[in-house]
Protein backbone atom coordinates (compact mmCIF):
# COMPACT_ATOMS: atom_id res chain seq x y z
CA UNK A 1 0.00 0.00 0.00
CA UNK A 2 1.54 3.32 -0.76
CA UNK A 3 2.31 6.12 1.48
CA UNK A 4 -1.02 8.38 1.62
CA UNK A 5 -0.04 11.24 3.27
CA UNK A 6 3.67 13.28 3.01
CA UNK A 7 3.65 14.20 6.41
CA UNK A 8 2.49 10.64 8.00
CA UNK A 9 5.59 8.81 8.71
CA UNK A 10 4.02 5.31 8.17
CA UNK A 11 3.22 3.75 4.80
CA UNK A 12 -0.55 2.63 4.30
CA UNK A 13 -1.45 4.41 7.73
CA UNK A 14 -5.19 3.46 8.85
CA UNK A 15 -5.64 6.71 9.62
CA UNK A 16 -4.75 8.02 6.15
CA UNK A 17 -7.37 5.58 4.97
CA UNK A 18 -10.07 6.65 6.95
CA UNK A 19 -9.54 9.87 5.59
CA UNK A 20 -10.15 9.04 2.11
CA UNK A 21 -13.35 11.04 0.71
CA UNK A 22 -13.90 8.35 -2.05
CA UNK A 23 -15.98 5.09 -0.60
CA UNK A 24 -15.05 3.01 -3.02
CA UNK A 25 -11.59 3.88 -2.61
CA UNK A 26 -11.53 4.03 0.90
CA UNK A 27 -13.19 0.07 1.06
CA UNK A 28 -10.37 -0.97 -0.85
CA UNK A 29 -7.63 0.79 1.13
CA UNK A 30 -9.39 -0.62 4.23
CA UNK A 31 -9.55 -4.32 2.47
CA UNK A 32 -5.81 -4.56 1.75
CA UNK A 33 -5.17 -2.54 4.99
CA UNK A 34 -6.46 -5.73 7.17
CA UNK A 35 -5.18 -8.31 4.27
CA UNK A 36 -1.71 -7.14 5.14
CA UNK A 37 -1.51 -5.88 8.40
CA UNK A 38 -0.59 -9.35 10.16
CA UNK A 39 2.38 -9.79 7.98
CA UNK A 40 4.08 -6.20 8.23
CA UNK A 41 7.01 -5.94 10.93
CA UNK A 42 6.97 -1.78 10.58
CA UNK A 43 7.12 0.34 13.66
CA UNK A 44 3.85 1.68 14.89
CA UNK A 45 1.84 -1.29 14.46
CA UNK A 46 -0.33 -0.57 17.89
CA UNK A 47 -1.25 2.98 16.68
CA UNK A 48 -4.16 1.76 14.28
CA UNK A 49 -4.47 -1.58 16.14
CA UNK A 50 -5.90 1.15 19.26
CA UNK A 51 -7.58 3.10 16.93
CA UNK A 52 -9.71 -0.03 15.56
CA UNK A 53 -9.94 -0.84 19.01
CA UNK A 54 -12.00 2.97 19.74
CA UNK A 55 -14.04 2.25 16.98
CA UNK A 56 -15.13 -1.09 17.90
CA UNK A 57 -15.94 0.36 21.34
CA UNK A 58 -17.97 3.28 20.00
CA UNK A 59 -19.67 1.38 17.21
CA UNK A 60 -19.85 -2.29 17.78
CA UNK A 61 -22.98 -2.60 15.58
CA UNK A 62 -21.09 -1.00 12.38
CA UNK A 63 -20.77 -3.56 9.37
CA UNK A 64 -17.83 -2.22 7.62
CA UNK A 65 -15.00 -3.74 8.87
CA UNK A 66 -16.15 -6.78 9.72
CA UNK A 67 -16.84 -6.92 5.99
CA UNK A 68 -13.49 -6.30 4.85
CA UNK A 69 -11.73 -8.53 7.48
CA UNK A 70 -11.41 -7.35 10.53
CA UNK A 71 -12.19 -10.83 12.07
CA UNK A 72 -9.40 -12.59 10.22
CA UNK A 73 -6.99 -9.70 10.86
CA UNK A 74 -7.02 -9.61 14.49
CA UNK A 75 -7.03 -13.39 14.78
CA UNK A 76 -3.75 -13.44 12.69
CA UNK A 77 -2.41 -10.99 14.72
CA UNK A 78 -3.21 -12.85 18.50
CA UNK A 79 -1.66 -16.39 16.38
CA UNK A 80 1.44 -13.86 15.22
CA UNK A 81 2.06 -12.62 18.99
CA UNK A 82 1.99 -15.96 20.16
CA UNK A 83 4.41 -17.45 17.87
CA UNK A 84 6.65 -14.63 17.26
CA UNK A 85 7.70 -13.41 20.76
CA UNK A 86 10.73 -11.52 18.83
CA UNK A 87 7.81 -9.11 17.30
CA UNK A 88 5.56 -9.30 20.20
CA UNK A 89 8.54 -7.32 22.22
CA UNK A 90 9.56 -5.12 19.61
CA UNK A 91 7.89 -1.46 19.44
CA UNK A 92 4.83 -1.56 21.57
CA UNK A 93 3.37 -4.31 19.97
CA UNK A 94 3.06 -5.94 23.45
CA UNK A 95 -0.57 -4.29 23.16
CA UNK A 96 -1.55 -5.88 20.17
CA UNK A 97 -3.05 -8.83 21.20
CA UNK A 98 -4.78 -7.33 23.92
CA UNK A 99 -6.52 -4.96 21.67
CA UNK A 100 -7.05 -7.88 18.89
CA UNK A 101 -9.04 -9.91 21.56
CA UNK A 102 -11.34 -6.72 22.67
CA UNK A 103 -11.78 -5.74 19.06
CA UNK A 104 -13.17 -9.41 18.45
CA UNK A 105 -15.35 -9.20 21.90
CA UNK A 106 -16.76 -5.69 21.02
CA UNK A 107 -18.05 -6.67 17.24
CA UNK A 108 -19.47 -9.86 18.29
CA UNK A 109 -21.49 -8.50 21.60
CA UNK A 110 -24.29 -7.15 20.17
CA UNK A 111 -24.84 -9.02 16.80
CA UNK A 112 -25.22 -12.54 16.15
CA UNK A 113 -24.50 -12.35 12.67
CA UNK A 114 -21.13 -10.77 13.78
CA UNK A 115 -20.76 -13.61 15.89
CA UNK A 116 -21.08 -16.11 12.83
CA UNK A 117 -18.77 -14.08 10.61
CA UNK A 118 -16.33 -14.11 13.42
CA UNK A 119 -16.91 -18.40 14.02
CA UNK A 120 -16.04 -18.61 10.31
CA UNK A 121 -13.15 -16.26 10.14
CA UNK A 122 -11.15 -18.68 13.12
CA UNK A 123 -11.34 -16.48 15.80
CA UNK A 124 -11.81 -19.00 18.89
CA UNK A 125 -8.67 -21.04 18.37
CA UNK A 126 -6.50 -17.71 18.80
CA UNK A 127 -8.69 -16.97 22.13
CA UNK A 128 -8.38 -19.94 23.59
CA UNK A 129 -5.23 -19.96 23.54
CA UNK A 130 -5.23 -16.32 25.41
CA UNK A 131 -7.80 -18.61 27.16
CA UNK A 132 -4.95 -20.93 28.58
CA UNK A 133 -2.94 -17.66 29.63
CA UNK A 134 -0.21 -18.45 27.30
CA UNK A 135 0.08 -14.61 27.57
CA UNK A 136 -0.94 -12.72 30.84
CA UNK A 137 -4.06 -12.26 33.28
CA UNK A 138 -4.62 -9.10 31.23
CA UNK A 139 -5.23 -11.15 27.63
CA UNK A 140 -7.27 -14.11 29.41
CA UNK A 141 -9.80 -11.20 30.67
CA UNK A 142 -10.41 -10.05 27.07
CA UNK A 143 -10.52 -13.68 25.49
CA UNK A 144 -13.23 -14.81 27.81
CA UNK A 145 -15.43 -11.71 27.71
CA UNK A 146 -15.01 -12.91 23.58
CA UNK A 147 -15.97 -16.80 24.17
CA UNK A 148 -18.26 -15.31 26.90
CA UNK A 149 -20.19 -13.22 23.59
CA UNK A 150 -19.69 -15.65 21.17
CA UNK A 151 -21.23 -18.87 23.53
CA UNK A 152 -24.22 -16.63 23.86
CA UNK A 153 -25.67 -16.98 20.70
CA UNK A 154 -28.01 -20.62 19.24
CA UNK A 155 -26.02 -20.03 15.94
CA UNK A 156 -22.29 -19.87 17.56
CA UNK A 157 -22.68 -21.75 21.08
CA UNK A 158 -22.06 -25.00 19.13
CA UNK A 159 -18.79 -23.94 17.61
CA UNK A 160 -17.42 -22.69 21.14
CA UNK A 161 -18.69 -25.60 23.05
CA UNK A 162 -16.93 -28.28 20.38
CA UNK A 163 -13.99 -26.78 22.03
CA UNK A 164 -14.36 -28.84 25.46
CA UNK A 165 -11.31 -27.41 26.99
CA UNK A 166 -12.95 -23.77 27.07
CA UNK A 167 -15.29 -24.87 29.42
CA UNK A 168 -12.77 -26.56 32.17
CA UNK A 169 -10.29 -23.23 31.64
CA UNK A 170 -13.02 -20.64 32.27
CA UNK A 171 -14.18 -23.21 35.28
CA UNK A 172 -10.67 -22.67 36.93
CA UNK A 173 -9.94 -18.84 35.72
CA UNK A 174 -13.16 -18.35 37.62
CA UNK A 175 -11.90 -19.78 40.65
CA UNK A 176 -8.23 -18.76 40.62
CA UNK A 177 -8.84 -15.31 38.98
CA UNK A 178 -8.24 -13.07 42.00
CA UNK A 179 -4.99 -14.98 42.88
CA UNK A 180 -4.01 -14.59 39.65
CA UNK A 181 -4.37 -11.10 39.43
CA UNK A 182 -3.04 -10.43 42.92
CA UNK A 183 0.06 -12.45 42.74
CA UNK A 184 1.12 -11.43 38.90
CA UNK A 185 0.35 -7.74 39.33
CA UNK A 186 -1.17 -5.95 42.45
CA UNK A 187 0.77 -7.45 45.38
CA UNK A 188 4.64 -6.46 43.93
CA UNK A 189 4.09 -3.00 43.65
CA UNK A 190 7.60 -2.55 41.85
CA UNK A 191 7.05 -5.33 39.69
CA UNK A 192 4.28 -4.47 37.74
CA UNK A 193 4.53 -4.95 33.82
CA UNK A 194 4.05 -1.27 32.20
CA UNK A 195 2.10 -1.97 29.70
CA UNK A 196 -0.62 -3.39 32.61
CA UNK A 197 -0.34 -0.13 34.67
CA UNK A 198 -0.99 1.48 31.07
CA UNK A 199 -4.07 -0.57 29.89
CA UNK A 200 -5.54 -0.08 33.83
CA UNK A 201 -4.78 3.62 33.88
CA UNK A 202 -5.03 4.80 29.71
CA UNK A 203 -1.18 6.10 30.40
CA UNK A 204 -2.69 8.37 33.87
CA UNK A 205 -0.44 6.32 35.83
CA UNK A 206 -0.24 6.96 39.60
CA UNK A 207 -0.14 3.11 41.95
CA UNK A 208 -4.13 3.99 43.72
CA UNK A 209 -5.42 4.38 40.23
CA UNK A 210 -3.52 1.21 38.87
CA UNK A 211 -4.64 -0.89 42.39
CA UNK A 212 -8.14 0.24 41.89
CA UNK A 213 -8.53 -0.47 38.48
CA UNK A 214 -6.58 -3.93 38.86
CA UNK A 215 -9.67 -5.15 41.41
CA UNK A 216 -12.12 -3.98 38.73
CA UNK A 217 -10.34 -5.82 35.94
CA UNK A 218 -10.24 -9.17 38.69
CA UNK A 219 -13.22 -8.72 39.42
CA UNK A 220 -14.53 -8.77 35.21
CA UNK A 221 -12.22 -11.54 34.77
CA UNK A 222 -14.11 -13.69 37.02
CA UNK A 223 -17.31 -12.53 36.78
CA UNK A 224 -16.81 -12.97 32.56
CA UNK A 225 -15.72 -16.37 33.69
CA UNK A 226 -18.80 -17.52 35.20
CA UNK A 227 -21.11 -15.80 32.40
CA UNK A 228 -19.05 -18.28 30.13
CA UNK A 229 -19.90 -20.90 31.99
CA UNK A 230 -23.35 -20.02 32.46
CA UNK A 231 -23.84 -20.31 28.73
CA UNK A 232 -22.82 -24.16 28.88
CA UNK A 233 -24.97 -24.40 32.04
CA UNK A 234 -27.89 -23.47 30.14
CA UNK A 235 -27.75 -27.15 28.64
CA UNK A 236 -28.05 -30.04 30.91
CA UNK A 237 -24.98 -31.81 29.10
CA UNK A 238 -22.35 -29.49 30.64
CA UNK A 239 -23.97 -30.19 34.33
CA UNK A 240 -21.77 -32.99 35.59
CA UNK A 241 -18.63 -30.95 34.55
CA UNK A 242 -20.03 -28.07 35.65
CA UNK A 243 -21.33 -29.34 39.10
CA UNK A 244 -18.31 -30.73 40.46
CA UNK A 245 -18.49 -30.31 44.33
CA UNK A 246 -15.51 -27.77 45.05
CA UNK A 247 -16.63 -25.47 42.34
CA UNK A 248 -20.20 -25.69 43.52
CA UNK A 249 -18.67 -25.08 46.86
CA UNK A 250 -17.01 -21.95 45.87
CA UNK A 251 -19.68 -19.76 43.12
CA UNK A 252 -21.36 -18.27 46.59
CA UNK A 253 -18.21 -16.24 47.72
CA UNK A 254 -17.31 -15.05 43.51
CA UNK A 255 -19.51 -12.11 44.24
CA UNK A 256 -17.00 -9.72 42.56
CA UNK A 257 -17.06 -7.05 45.45
CA UNK A 258 -18.18 -3.77 45.42
CA UNK A 259 -16.63 -3.32 42.20
CA UNK A 260 -19.25 -5.55 40.40
CA UNK A 261 -22.23 -3.96 38.85
CA UNK A 262 -23.62 -5.24 36.51
CA UNK A 263 -22.88 -9.01 37.31
CA UNK A 264 -24.71 -11.71 39.15
CA UNK A 265 -21.64 -13.43 39.71
CA UNK A 266 -21.90 -16.78 41.36
CA UNK A 267 -25.54 -16.46 42.01
CA UNK A 268 -26.75 -16.08 38.39
CA UNK A 269 -24.49 -19.25 37.64
CA UNK A 270 -26.46 -20.88 40.49
CA UNK A 271 -29.51 -20.01 39.69
CA UNK A 272 -29.21 -21.51 36.15
CA UNK A 273 -27.99 -24.61 37.67
CA UNK A 274 -31.06 -24.82 39.82
CA UNK A 275 -33.79 -24.48 37.05
CA UNK A 276 -32.35 -27.77 35.90
CA UNK A 277 -33.67 -30.89 37.69
CA UNK A 278 -30.12 -32.27 37.44
CA UNK A 279 -28.53 -29.64 39.09
CA UNK A 280 -30.69 -29.68 41.60
CA UNK A 281 -29.61 -32.62 43.22
CA UNK A 282 -25.92 -31.88 43.38
CA UNK A 283 -26.62 -28.06 45.01
CA UNK A 284 -29.29 -29.81 47.96
CA UNK A 285 -26.42 -31.98 48.86
CA UNK A 286 -24.24 -29.21 49.28
CA UNK A 287 -24.83 -27.52 52.50
CA UNK A 288 -22.25 -24.53 52.57
CA UNK A 289 -24.32 -23.53 49.33
CA UNK A 290 -27.59 -24.28 50.52
CA UNK A 291 -26.57 -21.48 53.55
CA UNK A 292 -25.11 -19.19 51.07
CA UNK A 293 -28.34 -19.18 49.19
CA UNK A 294 -30.14 -18.66 52.67
CA UNK A 295 -27.93 -15.83 53.78
CA UNK A 296 -28.07 -13.82 50.10
CA UNK A 297 -31.78 -14.60 49.71
CA UNK A 298 -32.25 -12.48 53.09
CA UNK A 299 -29.94 -9.88 52.22
CA UNK A 300 -30.00 -6.26 50.98
CA UNK A 301 -27.69 -8.26 47.90
CA UNK A 302 -28.62 -6.59 44.48
CA UNK A 303 -28.98 -10.43 43.17
CA UNK A 304 -31.76 -11.00 46.22
CA UNK A 305 -34.14 -12.54 43.79
CA UNK A 306 -31.82 -14.85 42.21
CA UNK A 307 -31.38 -16.71 45.44
CA UNK A 308 -35.31 -16.46 46.30
CA UNK A 309 -35.68 -18.12 42.86
CA UNK A 310 -33.69 -20.91 43.82
CA UNK A 311 -34.88 -21.73 46.92
CA UNK A 312 -38.14 -21.79 45.66
CA UNK A 313 -37.00 -24.27 42.81
CA UNK A 314 -35.57 -26.56 45.31
CA UNK A 315 -38.44 -26.86 47.61
CA UNK A 316 -40.76 -27.40 44.80
CA UNK A 317 -38.90 -30.48 43.41
CA UNK A 318 -40.23 -33.13 45.51
CA UNK A 319 -36.58 -35.21 45.49
CA UNK A 320 -34.53 -32.16 46.81
CA UNK A 321 -37.00 -30.32 49.41
CA UNK A 322 -36.59 -32.94 52.22
CA UNK A 323 -33.62 -32.04 52.14
CA UNK A 324 -33.34 -28.39 51.99
CA UNK A 325 -36.39 -27.82 54.05
CA UNK A 326 -34.91 -27.06 57.41
CA UNK A 327 -32.95 -24.20 56.41
CA UNK A 328 -35.01 -22.62 53.65
CA UNK A 329 -38.91 -22.98 55.06
CA UNK A 330 -37.53 -20.60 57.65
CA UNK A 331 -35.60 -18.33 55.25
CA UNK A 332 -39.00 -18.29 52.65
CA UNK A 333 -41.10 -17.30 55.82
CA UNK A 334 -38.90 -14.70 56.82
CA UNK A 335 -39.45 -13.30 53.45
CA UNK A 336 -43.32 -14.46 53.09
CA UNK A 337 -44.47 -10.61 53.27
CA UNK A 338 -42.36 -9.09 50.67
CA UNK A 339 -44.51 -7.57 47.70
CA UNK A 340 -41.89 -6.27 45.09
CA UNK A 341 -38.88 -6.42 44.57
CA UNK A 342 -37.13 -4.68 41.77
CA UNK A 343 -39.12 -6.24 38.68
CA UNK A 344 -40.46 -9.42 40.94
CA UNK A 345 -44.30 -8.25 41.62
CA UNK A 346 -46.23 -10.18 44.70
CA UNK A 347 -43.30 -12.41 45.14
CA UNK A 348 -44.61 -12.61 48.88
CA UNK A 349 -47.70 -14.63 47.49
CA UNK A 350 -45.47 -17.02 45.18
CA UNK A 351 -43.25 -17.92 48.28
CA UNK A 352 -46.43 -18.48 50.74
CA UNK A 353 -48.00 -21.05 47.64
CA UNK A 354 -44.63 -22.90 47.01
CA UNK A 355 -44.38 -23.42 50.95
CA UNK A 356 -48.22 -24.72 51.11
CA UNK A 357 -47.91 -26.89 48.01
CA UNK A 358 -44.51 -27.92 49.92
CA UNK A 359 -46.34 -28.76 52.93
CA UNK A 360 -49.13 -30.60 51.05
CA UNK A 361 -46.90 -32.17 48.60
CA UNK A 362 -44.63 -34.19 51.56
CA UNK A 363 -45.35 -37.58 52.33
CA UNK A 364 -44.10 -39.62 55.11
CA UNK A 365 -40.93 -41.03 55.70
CA UNK A 366 -37.86 -40.52 53.96
CA UNK A 367 -38.96 -37.81 51.47
CA UNK A 368 -41.13 -35.95 54.33
CA UNK A 369 -40.13 -32.18 55.38
CA UNK A 370 -39.39 -32.56 59.24
CA UNK A 371 -42.07 -31.34 61.64
CA UNK A 372 -40.59 -28.06 62.97
CA UNK A 373 -41.03 -27.04 58.89
CA UNK A 374 -44.60 -27.97 58.87
CA UNK A 375 -45.11 -26.06 62.14
CA UNK A 376 -43.59 -22.74 60.78
CA UNK A 377 -45.57 -23.39 57.46
CA UNK A 378 -48.88 -23.76 59.24
CA UNK A 379 -48.29 -21.12 61.34
CA UNK A 380 -47.39 -18.50 58.27
CA UNK A 381 -50.87 -19.70 57.04
CA UNK A 382 -52.89 -19.07 59.91
CA UNK A 383 -51.47 -15.44 59.67
CA UNK A 384 -52.92 -15.13 56.47
CA UNK A 385 -55.76 -16.79 57.06
CA UNK A 386 -56.05 -13.76 60.19
CA UNK A 387 -55.56 -11.35 57.20
CA UNK A 388 -58.33 -12.19 55.45
CA UNK A 389 -60.57 -12.67 58.70
CA UNK A 390 -59.46 -8.83 59.45
CA UNK A 391 -60.95 -7.73 56.18
CA UNK A 392 -64.50 -8.42 57.67
CA UNK A 393 -63.72 -7.12 61.05
CA UNK A 394 -65.48 -3.78 62.26
CA UNK A 395 -62.83 -1.29 62.16
CA UNK A 396 -63.74 -0.37 66.07
CA UNK A 397 -62.53 -3.74 66.79
CA UNK A 398 -59.65 -2.89 64.51
CA UNK A 399 -59.06 0.25 66.21
CA UNK A 400 -59.37 -1.81 69.59
CA UNK A 401 -56.53 -4.51 68.52
CA UNK A 402 -54.19 -1.71 67.44
CA UNK A 403 -54.64 0.20 70.87
CA UNK A 404 -54.18 -3.27 72.69
CA UNK A 405 -51.15 -3.85 70.81
CA UNK A 406 -49.38 -0.48 71.72
CA UNK A 407 -50.32 -0.54 75.21
CA UNK A 408 -48.12 -3.58 75.24
CA UNK A 409 -45.85 -2.50 73.18
CA UNK A 410 -45.08 0.72 75.22
CA UNK A 411 -45.06 -1.71 78.36
CA UNK A 412 -42.00 -3.80 76.27
CA UNK A 413 -40.49 -0.34 76.03
CA UNK A 414 -40.60 0.49 79.19
CA UNK A 415 -39.23 -3.31 80.33
CA UNK A 416 -35.60 -2.49 77.44
CA UNK A 417 -35.15 0.63 79.31
CA UNK A 418 -35.00 -1.23 82.54
CA UNK A 419 -32.65 -3.55 81.14
CA UNK A 420 -34.82 -6.48 81.21
CA UNK A 421 -34.64 -7.55 77.69
CA UNK A 422 -35.94 -10.85 77.88
CA UNK A 423 -38.87 -9.42 79.31
CA UNK A 424 -39.28 -7.10 76.64
CA UNK A 425 -38.70 -9.52 73.70
CA UNK A 426 -41.87 -11.32 75.55
CA UNK A 427 -43.85 -8.26 75.28
CA UNK A 428 -43.16 -7.44 71.49
CA UNK A 429 -44.05 -10.83 70.70
CA UNK A 430 -47.55 -9.89 72.20
CA UNK A 431 -48.14 -7.23 70.58
CA UNK A 432 -47.13 -8.99 67.21
CA UNK A 433 -49.78 -11.32 68.46
CA UNK A 434 -52.48 -8.29 68.92
CA UNK A 435 -51.30 -6.27 65.98
CA UNK A 436 -53.64 -6.39 63.19
CA UNK A 437 -52.03 -7.61 60.04
CA UNK A 438 -52.60 -4.26 57.85
CA UNK A 439 -50.85 -2.76 60.12
CA UNK A 440 -47.55 -2.91 58.50
CA UNK A 441 -45.85 0.28 60.09
CA UNK A 442 -46.78 -0.96 63.33
CA UNK A 443 -45.20 -4.23 62.53
CA UNK A 444 -41.86 -3.16 61.28
CA UNK A 445 -40.96 -1.10 64.20
CA UNK A 446 -42.23 -4.53 66.55
CA UNK A 447 -40.20 -6.78 64.54
CA UNK A 448 -37.44 -4.15 64.46
CA UNK A 449 -37.69 -3.84 68.32
CA UNK A 450 -37.23 -7.28 69.08
CA UNK A 451 -34.51 -7.62 67.03
CA UNK A 452 -32.90 -5.37 68.79
CA UNK A 453 -33.60 -7.36 71.68
CA UNK A 454 -32.32 -10.70 70.33
CA UNK A 455 -28.90 -8.71 69.68
CA UNK A 456 -28.61 -8.02 73.26
CA UNK A 457 -29.32 -11.56 74.04
CA UNK A 458 -26.49 -12.58 71.61
CA UNK A 459 -28.89 -14.29 69.23
CA UNK A 460 -27.89 -13.50 66.02
CA UNK A 461 -29.73 -15.65 63.46
CA UNK A 462 -32.69 -14.74 65.57
CA UNK A 463 -32.36 -10.73 65.08
CA UNK A 464 -31.50 -11.62 61.44
CA UNK A 465 -34.65 -13.06 60.89
CA UNK A 466 -36.88 -10.32 62.72
CA UNK A 467 -34.86 -7.50 60.85
CA UNK A 468 -35.17 -9.20 57.86
CA UNK A 469 -39.27 -9.09 58.96
CA UNK A 470 -39.31 -5.62 59.29
CA UNK A 471 -37.32 -5.01 56.31
CA UNK A 472 -39.87 -7.25 53.83
CA UNK A 473 -43.04 -5.48 55.40
CA UNK A 474 -41.41 -1.75 55.13
CA UNK A 475 -41.98 0.13 52.18
CA UNK A 476 -39.48 0.66 50.48
CA UNK A 477 -38.35 -2.69 50.61
CA UNK A 478 -35.05 -3.24 52.48
CA UNK A 479 -35.26 0.39 53.69
CA UNK A 480 -36.10 0.90 56.95
CA UNK A 481 -32.62 2.18 58.61
CA UNK A 482 -32.75 0.98 62.17
CA UNK A 483 -33.76 -2.98 60.83
CA UNK A 484 -30.51 -2.67 58.46
CA UNK A 485 -28.20 -1.25 61.23
CA UNK A 486 -29.21 -4.20 63.20
CA UNK A 487 -29.30 -7.04 60.54
CA UNK A 488 -25.81 -5.74 59.82
CA UNK A 489 -24.24 -6.03 63.46
CA UNK A 490 -26.04 -9.44 63.71
CA UNK A 491 -24.33 -10.52 60.40
CA UNK A 492 -21.35 -9.09 61.96
CA UNK A 493 -21.81 -11.86 65.04
CA UNK A 494 -21.88 -14.62 62.55
CA UNK A 495 -18.77 -13.73 60.65
CA UNK A 496 -21.08 -13.02 57.35
CA UNK A 497 -19.12 -9.36 56.27
CA UNK A 498 -20.37 -9.23 52.99
CA UNK A 499 -24.13 -9.28 53.81
CA UNK A 500 -23.11 -6.92 57.18
CA UNK A 501 -21.24 -4.82 54.93
CA UNK A 502 -24.22 -3.86 52.01
CA UNK A 503 -26.28 -3.70 55.21
CA UNK A 504 -24.24 -0.93 56.73
CA UNK A 505 -23.71 0.99 53.92
CA UNK A 506 -27.59 1.22 52.50
CA UNK A 507 -27.95 2.30 56.71
CA UNK A 508 -25.73 5.00 55.81
CA UNK A 509 -27.56 5.58 52.67
CA UNK A 510 -31.04 6.12 54.37
CA UNK A 511 -29.86 7.40 57.83
CA UNK A 512 -28.36 10.16 55.11
CA UNK A 513 -31.70 10.82 53.66
CA UNK A 514 -33.94 10.71 56.63
CA UNK A 515 -36.44 13.04 57.04
CA UNK A 516 -36.57 12.38 60.97
CA UNK A 517 -35.37 15.10 62.58
CA UNK A 518 -33.61 13.24 65.34
CA UNK A 519 -31.63 11.47 62.28
CA UNK A 520 -30.88 15.18 60.89
CA UNK A 521 -29.65 17.04 63.57
CA UNK A 522 -25.90 16.80 62.84
CA UNK A 523 -26.32 17.54 59.29
CA UNK A 524 -26.40 13.58 58.03
CA UNK A 525 -23.20 13.05 59.56
CA UNK A 526 -22.23 9.10 59.22
CA UNK A 527 -22.29 7.45 62.47
CA UNK A 528 -18.75 6.75 63.65
CA UNK A 529 -20.00 3.76 64.75
CA UNK A 530 -21.04 2.58 61.19
CA UNK A 531 -18.07 4.11 59.72
CA UNK A 532 -16.05 1.78 61.73
CA UNK A 533 -18.53 -1.39 60.98
CA UNK A 534 -18.14 -0.60 57.24
CA UNK A 535 -14.38 -0.31 57.43
CA UNK A 536 -13.90 -3.49 59.39
CA UNK A 537 -16.17 -5.05 56.53
CA UNK A 538 -14.77 -3.64 53.95
CA UNK A 539 -11.36 -5.28 54.97
CA UNK A 540 -13.12 -8.82 55.67
CA UNK A 541 -14.81 -8.82 52.56
CA UNK A 542 -11.97 -7.59 50.14
CA UNK A 543 -11.72 -8.99 46.47
CA UNK A 544 -7.91 -10.05 47.28
CA UNK A 545 -8.69 -10.82 51.25
CA UNK A 546 -7.84 -14.50 50.76
CA UNK A 547 -4.87 -14.34 48.26
CA UNK A 548 -3.35 -10.95 50.79
CA UNK A 549 -3.49 -13.92 53.56
CA UNK A 550 -2.14 -16.77 51.55
CA UNK A 551 0.62 -14.47 49.50
CA UNK A 552 1.48 -12.65 52.75
CA UNK A 553 0.13 -9.01 51.79
CA UNK A 554 1.39 -6.27 49.39
CA UNK A 555 4.91 -5.03 49.12
CA UNK A 556 6.30 -2.10 48.32
CA UNK A 557 8.70 -0.96 45.92
CA UNK A 558 12.24 -0.89 47.63
CA UNK A 559 11.39 -2.78 50.63
CA UNK A 560 10.37 -6.16 49.94
CA UNK A 561 10.00 -7.02 53.64
CA UNK A 562 8.11 -4.48 54.11
CA UNK A 563 3.94 -4.80 53.51
CA UNK A 564 1.90 -2.08 52.39
CA UNK A 565 -1.97 -2.64 52.90
CA UNK A 566 -1.51 -5.15 55.79
CA UNK A 567 -4.25 -6.03 57.42
CA UNK A 568 -4.93 -4.99 61.26
CA UNK A 569 -6.39 -6.52 64.14
CA UNK A 570 -10.25 -5.59 64.68
CA UNK A 571 -10.33 -6.23 68.31
CA UNK A 572 -10.57 -2.95 69.00
CA UNK A 573 -14.00 -2.47 67.37
CA UNK A 574 -16.92 -3.06 68.83
CA UNK A 575 -20.31 -2.88 67.85
CA UNK A 576 -22.48 -0.16 68.92
CA UNK A 577 -23.77 -0.85 71.81
CA UNK A 578 -27.10 0.21 73.97
CA UNK A 579 -25.09 3.38 75.72
CA UNK A 580 -23.62 4.58 71.99
CA UNK A 581 -26.93 5.14 70.78
CA UNK A 582 -29.49 5.61 73.48
CA UNK A 583 -32.66 3.37 74.32
CA UNK A 584 -32.31 1.44 70.86
CA UNK A 585 -36.06 0.75 70.32
CA UNK A 586 -38.71 2.61 68.79
CA UNK A 587 -41.81 4.08 69.97
CA UNK A 588 -43.63 4.65 66.78
CA UNK A 589 -46.78 3.07 66.23
CA UNK A 590 -49.64 4.36 64.21
CA UNK A 591 -49.67 6.99 61.12
CA UNK A 592 -47.92 9.86 62.95
CA UNK A 593 -44.50 8.41 62.30
CA UNK A 594 -43.31 12.03 61.63
CA UNK A 595 -45.01 13.79 64.19
CA UNK A 596 -45.44 11.15 67.43
CA UNK A 597 -44.77 11.63 71.13
CA UNK A 598 -41.62 10.23 72.02
CA UNK A 599 -41.71 7.82 75.12
CA UNK A 600 -38.64 6.49 74.28
CA UNK A 601 -35.38 7.89 72.53
CA UNK A 602 -35.04 7.29 68.88
CA UNK A 603 -32.22 4.74 68.01
CA UNK A 604 -29.62 8.26 66.50
CA UNK A 605 -30.42 10.60 69.99
CA UNK A 606 -26.49 10.87 70.27
CA UNK A 607 -26.31 11.84 66.41
Request: charged share 25%; proline share 4%; hydrophobic share 40%.
Amino acid sequence: MDKDSPDCPYPGCFFCVMKEGNPSKRRSSLLKFFRELPSQDDDGQVLPISGLWNTAMAHPNDPEFIELGIFECMSALIWKGLKNRRWLSHDQNIYIPYYAAHIIGSYSMNMEEFAEMAVHAGVIPALIELLRGRLTWVEQRVAVRALGHLATYAATFPAVSSHGEILELSMQLAASSLEIVYTHFYQFVDRRLSYHCDLLTRGMGGVEMESRKAEEWASQLQCWSLQLINCFAFKPEFLTTICKPEFLAKLPGMWGGLVNENSPAGIGLLRTICHHKFGRGPISSSSGVIDALCNIARSSDDWQYMAIDCLLWLLQDTSTCHKVSDKVVPTLIDLAEITTLGDHKKLGDSIVSVLEECMQSSGTGRNSISSSAKEEIEELLAARQRLKWEKNMPKEDLHIKHAAALVVKLEGNSLFSSGDISAATSKYSEALALCPMRSKKERVVLYSNRAQCHLLLQQPLAAISDATRALCLHSPVNRHARSLWRRAQAYDMLGLAKESLLDAILFINEFSQSADPDLSLRQNKVPDYAERLVKKQMRAAWLFREASVKHGGVQCEGDAGDHCGQETEDSEWETASESDMGNDVEDDLGDDFERKDRHVKTLMKDM
